[in-house]
């Protein structure tokens, strides 16, 4: 796994399209909360972009990890946190979609359209966000492998 500078990702992908021109980029963003001290919270938010070659080449991961203070009151449905997800995902969508515009994105939420899950306060929202500002639509759980999956993995290496 590697820093995510999307600079330099973008350069990695226009070499790989080379020589693997069906190669596809994914990206999803993950968070999680944790205590600093008595009443203040941080968010821990991951977002990760998957290079893969050829959908049969292996791929490569770029990931980032940011960390800020979390204002979300309600522990069981975080829909700032949540939102500050989607948020990154369509900024980072928007950057490699300018720098390489012929490529296929998949964007990958973090969410669960499930009412029975905190993260299904903000499904209508997200989506429409990720349809509204970058024209394509996203992915969510159980089918949100980059954001679930990649991104989760990319914290814990990191």
């Known amino acids: 796994m590697q820093h995510l500078d999307v600079t330099k990702a973008c350069a990695y992908i226009e070499k790989v399209l080379e020589e693997y021109p069906d190669t596809k980029v994914y990206i999803g963003c993950d968070s999680y909360k944790r205590k600093l001290k008595k009443g203040i919270w941080e968010a821990v938010y991951t977002t990760a972009l998957v290079v893969h070659l050829n959908g049969r080449h292996g791929c490569t991961v770029f990931g980032r990890v940011d960390r800020e203070r979390d204002y979300d ?4 449905r975080p829909s700032l946190r949540l939102m500050n997800e989607v948020y ?3 900024e980072l969508y928007l950057n490699v979609a300018d720098l ?6 998949e964007v990958h939420l973090d ?3 499930d009412v029975k899950h905190g993260s ?3 499904i209508q929202q997200a989506v429409g966000y990720i349809r509204g500002v970058c024209g394509v639509t996203p992915l ?6 980059a954001a679930s999956h990649v991104a989760d993995r990319f ?3 990191a």
């Open 140 to 145: 969510v759980k159980p089918d949100a492998w």
């Open 111 to 113: 969410i669960n359209p």
């Open 73 to 76: 009151q309600n522990k069981s």
């Open 100 to 105: 390489i515009p012929d490529l296929e994105i």
């Open 88 to 90: 990154r995902v369509s």
């Open 155 to 157: 914290r814990v290496a």
């Open 120 to 122: 299904s306060c903000v």
